[in-house]
Each structure stands twice: as structure tokens, then as C-alpha cells.
């Protein structure tokens, strides 16, 4: 399909071939009629004509586009798809991650875009390196996202309750130290590669302790309010989470660890924890 763009080099083109024909069967020799002169004088000049009009409206063109492609930008660029969501299913998380990938394929066609314009609108370096830095930001987050371990439904069997254990975890894990982000990142590892197909899940749970009004007593009592509890898969190598950053919060408790096979059927299953505790 023949583009409106296509047209400026078509037509030029397409009179300046009549002109070569028109002179060279029609040349003076054999141009008998002044009517048929006169008509062969007004084809090159038709030539010229439109050769300088399709300079200036290629130009106006690619002008035109590159504001566009800067405006379309503008609007990829404030793109997020990382949301609490994806914290929450994996159905989410692919989703998220389905969306991030389509986001790159659109700005790797705006930088091919843009890097076309440049033949007509000059270098473009400052919007192709913020292109650029687009694409590696959101190929960051989509490497972050892909390496969080798999979400699963709370087992049944922390619901009857369960204990944790005081020994030291077979685990490596530091606690976070941001106060500041919505969102932290946790990464544990485990040295002995063969505890990992004797884990039933990873479990994180955050305890707040609150003050609560005693009606009856009219008295302050602290309770322990459990405001975030997810289990997940475990793996091999680094184990990654992204929670909300709830140590930013006061009298705030993170604990992580994992649940064992042998452990599940117990009437209260041990946890192996780590506990970290907001400042």
C-alpha cells in the first residue's frame, strides 16, 4: 500500500521520467507543432515544482512524526505495570510481566522510528539515550519480577496454629535496612542445597503490636495484629520476595523462614524464622 509520505518521490520521480521521455522522442528534430513544444516546456518546470514541494513536506512530515513519536513517549514513559497485585497471584505477576514486555516492544520502535527521522530532523541523541534508558529499566524490572518465587495459597495446616523454633536457621538472610521505599526486596539462600526438597513452603508474616482500648477494664493493652502472611515456593539458589515495606511502621515484626515436610502433620508445625524488627 502506497503511503501519502511515498508520494513525494513517486510523483517527482514519475515527471521527471515524462521530461526524459518527452525529450528524447519529441527533441527538437522531430517537434513539429509549437502546441506540443510548449507542452514538453511546462513538464520540467512541473518537475522542479514538485521536487521542491516534496523537500519541504518531507520535511513538515518527519518534523511532524518526530513530535509525535516524543509525545507517544512521553506517555510510555510514565508507564508502570508493577503494582500490589503482583505481589498478590501469579496470574498478576505474568500479567504485569506480559505488559512490560509489549511496553519494550513499543519503544523499540519508537527508537527505530526516531533514529529514521534523523536524516531529515537532525540528531536526536537526547530522546534516543531516554528511550534507551527506558528499555533498561524496564528489562530490570521484568528480571526483578521473573525472579520472585512462585506465590501458593496459605496451607491448611497453619491454620490449626503453629510455633517457631529457636534454633538457628539453615538459612542465609539479612534483614532489610530501607525505612524509606513502599516496597523492599527480601533474598534468602540456602547453603545446603538438599534442605530445599525437604521444604514444604517459605512463610513471611509481619506482626504489628498495637495499643487497644479494654472496654470492660478501661485500660491500654498491647495485641499482636497480624497485617501480612503469604507462603511460597521454595528453590534452589536465591529465593526472592518483594513486599510492602512495613518496617517503616512502628513496633512492627518481620518474620521469615520455612516449614518442613516432616513438620506439616504435626498438630502445631515449627516454623524456622528469622525475625526482623522495625526500629
Not at 222 to 228: A, G, K, P, R, S
Given at each position: 500500500?502506497?503511503?501519502?509520505?511515498?508520494?513525494?518521490?513517486?510523483?517527482?520521480?514519475?515527471?521527471?521520467?515524462i521530461?526524459f521521455i518527452g525529450?528524447?522522442?519529441?527533441g527538437?528534430g522531430?517537434?513539429?507543432?509549437?502546441?506540443?513544444?510548449?507542452?514538453?516546456?511546462?513538464?520540467?518546470?512541473?518537475?522542479?515544482?514538485?521536487?521542491?514541494?516534496?523537500?519541504?513536506?518531507?520535511?513538515?512530515?518527519?518534523?511532524s512524526?518526530?513530535?509525535?513519536?516524543?509525545e507517544?513517549?512521553?506517555?510510555?514513559?510514565?508507564?508502570?505495570?508493577?503494582?500490589?497485585?503482583?505481589?498478590?497471584?501469579?496470574?498478576?505477576?505474568n500479567?504485569?510481566?506480559?505488559?512490560?514486555?509489549?511496553?519494550n516492544?513499543?519503544?523499540?520502535?519508537?527508537?527505530?522510528?526516531?533514529?529514521?527521522?534523523?536524516?531529515?530532523?537532525?540528531?536526536?541523541?537526547n530522546?534516543k539515550?531516554?528511550?534507551?534508558?527506558?528499555?533498561?529499566?524496564?528489562?530490570?524490572?521484568?528480571?526483578?519480577?521473573g525472579?520472585?518465587?512462585?506465590?501458593?495459597?496459605?496451607?491448611?495446616?497453619?491454620?490449626?496454629?503453629?510455633?517457631y523454633?529457636?534454633?538457628?536457621?539453615?538459612?542465609?538472610?539479612?534483614?532489610?535496612?530501607?525505612?524509606?521505599?513502599d516496597?523492599?526486596?527480601?533474598?534468602l539462600?540456602?547453603?545446603?542445597?538438599?534442605?530445599?526438597?525437604?521444604?514444604?513452603?517459605i512463610?513471611?508474616?509481619?506482626?504489628?503490636?498495637?495499643?487497644?482500648?479494654?472496654?470492660?477494664?478501661?485500660?491500654?493493652k498491647?495485641?499482636?495484629?497480624?497485617?501480612?502472611s503469604?507462603?511460597?515456593?521454595?528453590?534452589?539458589?536465591?529465593n526472592?520476595?518483594?513486599?510492602?515495606?512495613?518496617?517503616k511502621?512502628?513496633?512492627?515484626t518481620?518474620?521469615?523462614?520455612?516449614i518442613?515436610?516432616?513438620?506439616?502433620?504435626n498438630?502445631?508445625?515449627?516454623?524456622?524464622?528469622?525475625?526482623?524488627?522495625?526500629?
Open positions: 500500500m502506497i503511503k501519502n509520505i511515498d508520494l513525494t518521490y513517486i510523483i517527482p520521480a514519475f515527471l521527471s521520467l521530461s525529450v528524447f522522442a519529441y527538437k522531430r517537434v513539429d507543432k509549437k502546441s506540443n513544444a510548449k507542452v514538453l516546456r511546462y513538464v520540467p518546470i512541473l518537475s522542479v515544482i514538485a521536487l521542491i514541494s516534496s523537500v519541504f513536506y518531507i520535511t513538515f512530515y518527519y518534523q512524526q518526530y513530535l509525535s513519536d516524543k507517544k513517549f512521553s506517555l510510555l514513559q510514565k508507564a508502570n505495570y508493577f503494582n500490589d497485585s503482583v505481589l498478590l497471584s501469579s496470574k498478576a505477576k500479567q504485569s510481566l506480559d505488559s512490560l514486555r509489549i511496553l516492544e513499543e519503544l523499540y520502535k519508537l527508537l527505530a522510528s526516531i533514529k529514521k527521522q534523523e536524516k531529515i530532523t537532525g540528531d536526536n541523541s530522546i539515550e531516554k528511550i534507551k534508558e527506558k528499555i533498561i529499566q524496564t528489562n530490570q524490572v521484568i528480571g526483578e519480577i525472579t520472585y518465587n512462585e506465590l501458593i495459597d496459605e496451607p491448611k495446616y497453619l491454620s490449626k496454629g503453629y510455633s523454633s529457636h534454633n538457628n536457621p539453615k538459612f542465609t538472610f539479612f534483614c532489610p535496612t530501607d525505612k524509606t521505599s516496597f523492599i526486596d527480601l533474598k539462600a540456602f547453603p545446603d542445597t538438599t534442605l530445599v526438597n525437604k521444604i514444604d513452603c512463610y513471611i508474616e509481619v506482626i504489628e503490636v498495637r495499643e487497644v482500648e479494654s472496654i470492660d477494664e478501661k485500660k491500654v498491647l495485641e499482636n495484629w497480624l497485617v501480612f503469604q507462603a511460597y515456593k521454595p528453590k534452589e539458589g536465591i526472592a520476595f518483594k513486599i510492602r515495606n512495613y518496617l511502621n512502628k513496633n512492627t518481620l518474620l521469615i523462614g520455612y518442613l515436610k516432616s513438620e506439616i502433620n498438630e502445631s508445625p515449627t516454623i524456622e524464622k528469622i525475625s526482623c524488627v522495625s526500629e
